[in-house]
Every structure is written in C-alpha cells, then in structure tokens.
C-alpha cells in the first residue's frame, strides 16, 4: 500500500511525506510534548505551534470553552518566539524522521519576510506554513487572508525570502476563499491548507460575561467538519496545487473524506487535546479503510467524490 504523498510538487527539493497525516498548528506542541506517548515518527509531517519573531504571552484567561461538538479557543499566538525556537527545537527536529513545519505568523508583511528568512537553511525545519488566518491577534492574522491581494503580498514576501516550500492556511472567515486560494497560489505557495478556526464566541448568562477573556475566539473540533470539507471541495476544484484539509478530523473516516473532497493531505488539531494519540489513530484508519476497500495507493482517493 503507498500512503506517500508530495506536497511540493513545483518545489526544487520538494516536499515528500511518507503519509498525509499531518498534525494541525497549536495543537501539538512542538511534537516534543506528546513523542514519550506514541510513536510520532510514523506521522506524515508535525506542524509545530504558530511562531512570531518575538515571543508572545497570548491572550488573558479563560483562553479554551467546549461548545456542543467543538472548542473556541483564544490563545493570542503564546509562542516562544523564532530565536528561541531556531536554538532549542530545531536540533532535535533535525534528529527526527517526520519531517517538521514551522507554522509563521507576523504582525505585518515585513515580520513575515524576517521570519522566513531567519528560518531558512535551518536544519530540522522541511517546510512553512504561514498562518494568515489567526482570529485571535490583534493587528494582522486574519486580516491578511481575508482578501486576494494581502493573502497573494504575504505569500509573495515569505516566497522571495526562503527555500523552503511555502505552505499557505487560510482562513475560513472569508466570503471568498477560492479567489483567496487563486491568489495565494499565483503569488507562490507550494501548497494550501485550509481551514483555521471559524469566528465564534459564547456567554455566560448568569455572569453576563463572555466566556473567552478575548471575547471573540475561534471555532475548530467536529462543528466545523462540514464547513471545512466544502471550502476544500470548492479549492480543490479551483487551483493546481496540493490542498491540505483540516477541521474537525477525529477518524480515518472523517479523513477519508476530506482525501475525497480533494485534499492531498490532512491535518488532525483538537482531537489531540481528547485522545493525544489521535493522529496515529486517523492513520491507521485510513490504513484500514485502504486494505478493506483494495485501495493500493492512496492517490486513487484524493478527489474521488469530484469525480
Ligand atoms: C488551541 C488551538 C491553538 C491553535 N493555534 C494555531 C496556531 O498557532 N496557528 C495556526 O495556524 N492554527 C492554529 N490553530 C488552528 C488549528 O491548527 C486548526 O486549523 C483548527 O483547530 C481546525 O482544526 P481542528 O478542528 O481539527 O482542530 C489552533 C487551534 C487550537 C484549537
């Protein structure tokens, strides 16, 4: 059976997962926190949590609620900032057989052109995703992939200052996600991944408070699978470049879907935080939904209810 999946395609080193299985931004650490509970160098690739050029407290608490079938979450990007990052992940991830994506987020397109920068020819790191979705940070985030010509600027500026293959996430509080998606792929990502969280908030009505310190958070868990299925359906219909589907992703089923609406490779988030084993979980099942179904490469699937 090949699970083997390029996300690069165009990309002079390319980038080859042996997997699709991809763990999602800011759910998994630095990969680190969770290699003592399984083996996590059977998954496709680890993205580790949003990083910024200066290390970032985050929001004021409470910063996590559950929601019927979901999470809304307000972290604000806590990270420990590139430099520390470049100096005390890195040489591990350089040890390691899942390749490592550092997921970049900036304030503004210059501090996404020096985060590239100083992330590139670092080893340890295979890839970027850059983050031009988050809700939850006060200047840029989610402005900048909400409309074309900001997504296709920030993507252009990561382009021209790294190596590496550029993955781009969007976000899914966006009335035009496929004119989002086109512009983000001429400007030149390798790849796209979609969708961060969706905008949501909850009150508490005894207090008359919201419940987020923020206010405002992000939606992410099983609510929004089928929100997040149709925008990759749609993109994938929409652009040549590998799509990476995330939201909501609990199952090798639910990942199956996602391979069928189109995308190449997935990514499992919340579902770590209920079962940190999660990702291995949806692997196998992918596994054996392939053996069951005759299925001898798992590109026969990607796109098949598009057929
Ligand atoms: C607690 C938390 C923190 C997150 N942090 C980031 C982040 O730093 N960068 C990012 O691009 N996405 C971040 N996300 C979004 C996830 O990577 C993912 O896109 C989203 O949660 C939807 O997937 P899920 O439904 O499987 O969780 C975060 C999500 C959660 C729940």
Known sequence: MNLSVQLAPGHEKGLRLANPVMTASGTFGYGTEYSHLFDIQKLGAIVCKGTTLKPRDGNPQPRLVETPSGLLNS???QNIGVKALIREKAPIWAKWRVPVIVN????????YATLAKELDNVPGISGLEVNISCPNIGAGGAEFGLH??????????VRANTHLPVLVKLTPNTGEIT????????????AICLVNTVRGMAIDIYTRQTLLGNGTGGLSGPAIKPIALAMV???????ELPVIGCGGITSGSDAVEFIMAGASAIQVGSASFVNPRAPLDVLEGIEQFMAREGVKDISELVGAARR
Request: proline share 5%; aromatic share 2%; charged share 20%.
């Open 75 to 77: 972290i604000g990007l």
């Open 104 to 111: 970049i987020a900036g304030e503004t397109v210059e501090e």
């Open 148 to 157: 074309p010509e900001p997504a296709a600027r920030v993507t252009a500026t």
């Open 179 to 190: 004119r989002v998606a086109a512009a983000v792929a001429e400007a030149g990502a390798d």
């Open 233 to 239: 359906y749609e993109v994938a219909g929409s652009v």
